[in-house]
């Protein structure tokens, strides 16, 4: 069973940055494919960024935010700089399991293990 834990939101001003983690058990995390996903108030879930060899993202991001990963610590991170008042979600991690080789996935019905979700607000 895969176990996600996320940490790292909190309050931040509009242009500040905030780095999320996202903590992996169970399985082997070199191949489990991982995103970020994020849910405002009133709005449905939405795809932030997933990671192969490398980073994709939606569109309002590309630029501000980094995903990266680190196999040795079965850990996922969102690095968010120029963080924008639209940016306010709470913000969930998201895995598959033995998935080889590792793709990134945009669909948040790909993936079958969630985090707990973590705030981010950001204020003007």
């Known amino acids: 069973q895969v176990q996600l834990v996320e940490s790292g939101g909190g309050l931040v001003q509009a242009g500040g940055s905030l780095r999320l983690s996202c903590a992996a058990s169970?399985?082997?995390?070199?191949?489990?494919?991982v995103g970020w996903f994020r849910q405002a108030q009133g709005k449905e879930r939405e795809f932030v960024a997933a990671?192969?060899?490398?980073?994709v993202y939606t569109t309002s991001v590309t630029g501000r935010f980094t995903i990266s990963r680190d196999n040795a610590k079965n850990t996922v991170y969102l690095s968010m700089t120029s963080l924008k008042v639209e940016d306010t979600a709470v913000y969930y991690c998201?895995?598959?399991?033995?998935?080889?080789?590792?793709?990134?996935?945009?669909?948040?019905?790909?993936?079958?293990?969630w985090g707990q979700g973590t705030q981010v607000t950001v204020s003007s």
């Open positions: 169970g399985g082997t995390f070199s191949i489990y494919a």
């Open positions: 990671i192969s060899s490398s980073g």
């Open positions: 998201a895995a598959r399991a033995s998935m080889s080789p590792v793709v990134a996935l945009r669909r948040s019905n790909e993936y079958n293990y």
